[in-house]
Protein backbone atom coordinates (compact mmCIF):
# COMPACT_ATOMS: atom_id res chain seq x y z
CA UNK A 1 0.00 0.00 0.00
CA UNK A 2 1.36 3.41 -1.25
CA UNK A 3 0.16 6.72 0.79
CA UNK A 4 0.57 10.29 -0.49
CA UNK A 5 2.20 12.49 1.88
CA UNK A 6 0.56 15.51 2.75
CA UNK A 7 1.38 18.83 2.65
CA UNK A 8 3.12 19.53 5.76
CA UNK A 9 5.09 16.07 5.41
CA UNK A 10 5.89 17.34 1.83
CA UNK A 11 7.30 21.25 3.17
CA UNK A 12 9.13 18.76 5.81
CA UNK A 13 10.69 16.71 2.97
CA UNK A 14 11.65 19.26 0.77
CA UNK A 15 13.12 21.39 3.88
CA UNK A 16 14.76 18.72 5.85
CA UNK A 17 13.20 20.13 8.70
CA UNK A 18 14.50 18.45 12.24
CA UNK A 19 11.06 16.68 11.94
CA UNK A 20 12.21 14.93 8.73
CA UNK A 21 15.37 13.96 10.23
CA UNK A 22 13.63 12.15 13.04
CA UNK A 23 11.43 10.39 10.75
CA UNK A 24 14.79 9.37 8.94
CA UNK A 25 16.35 8.33 12.15
CA UNK A 26 13.42 5.96 12.67
CA UNK A 27 13.53 4.62 9.96
CA UNK A 28 17.27 4.15 9.53
CA UNK A 29 17.00 2.38 12.77
CA UNK A 30 19.44 5.29 14.19
CA UNK A 31 17.61 6.97 16.78
CA UNK A 32 19.87 5.78 19.69
CA UNK A 33 22.83 6.59 17.36
CA UNK A 34 22.40 9.95 17.82
CA UNK A 35 22.02 10.65 21.71
CA UNK A 36 26.65 9.96 21.95
CA UNK A 37 26.98 12.35 19.51
CA UNK A 38 25.08 15.17 21.71
CA UNK A 39 25.07 14.38 25.09
CA UNK A 40 22.27 16.82 25.52
CA UNK A 41 19.99 14.76 22.50
CA UNK A 42 17.37 13.29 25.19
CA UNK A 43 14.24 13.88 23.22
CA UNK A 44 11.60 10.89 22.78
CA UNK A 45 10.82 9.93 19.83
CA UNK A 46 6.66 11.27 19.30
CA UNK A 47 3.87 9.79 18.17
CA UNK A 48 4.07 12.47 15.07
CA UNK A 49 7.67 11.21 14.29
CA UNK A 50 6.73 7.37 14.14
CA UNK A 51 3.26 8.35 12.04
CA UNK A 52 5.74 10.51 9.95
CA UNK A 53 8.19 7.88 9.52
CA UNK A 54 5.16 5.25 8.71
CA UNK A 55 4.41 7.29 5.60
CA UNK A 56 7.37 8.09 4.24
CA UNK A 57 7.64 4.11 4.48
CA UNK A 58 4.47 3.70 2.68
CA UNK A 59 4.93 6.27 0.20
CA UNK A 60 8.06 4.66 -1.20
CA UNK A 61 10.63 6.78 -0.52
CA UNK A 62 12.50 5.39 2.13
CA UNK A 63 13.33 1.85 3.08
CA UNK A 64 12.87 1.29 6.76
CA UNK A 65 14.86 -1.53 9.08
CA UNK A 66 10.88 -0.79 11.07
CA UNK A 67 7.96 -2.57 9.37
CA UNK A 68 5.21 -1.20 11.30
CA UNK A 69 2.79 -3.74 9.84
CA UNK A 70 4.96 -6.80 11.73
CA UNK A 71 4.10 -7.09 14.79
CA UNK A 72 7.12 -9.00 15.59
CA UNK A 73 9.14 -6.20 14.16
CA UNK A 74 7.72 -3.77 15.88
CA UNK A 75 8.42 -5.65 18.98
CA UNK A 76 11.61 -5.43 18.61
CA UNK A 77 12.09 -1.65 17.79
CA UNK A 78 10.29 -0.72 20.96
CA UNK A 79 13.08 -3.76 22.84
CA UNK A 80 15.54 -1.79 21.42
CA UNK A 81 14.67 1.41 21.75
CA UNK A 82 12.31 1.33 25.03
CA UNK A 83 14.49 4.25 26.65
CA UNK A 84 13.31 6.63 24.09
CA UNK A 85 9.84 5.77 24.04
CA UNK A 86 6.91 6.97 26.10
CA UNK A 87 3.70 5.38 27.13
CA UNK A 88 1.93 7.19 24.25
CA UNK A 89 4.59 5.77 21.58
CA UNK A 90 3.97 2.50 22.17
CA UNK A 91 0.11 2.44 22.56
CA UNK A 92 0.63 4.19 19.00
CA UNK A 93 3.08 1.27 17.48
CA UNK A 94 0.79 -1.61 19.15
CA UNK A 95 -2.34 -0.36 18.20
CA UNK A 96 -2.83 -2.01 14.72
CA UNK A 97 -2.36 -5.49 16.53
CA UNK A 98 -4.70 -5.26 19.20
Do not use: H
Not at 4 to 33: C, P, V, Y
Not at 52 to 75: H, I, N, P, T, W
Amino acid sequence: MTTQLSGKELRALINQTAWFKNARAILADEWGSRAPENPLFQAPVTVADLQFARDLSQAGLFKSRLDFSDYGAVQRWIADNRSYLTPDDRAWLQRPFE
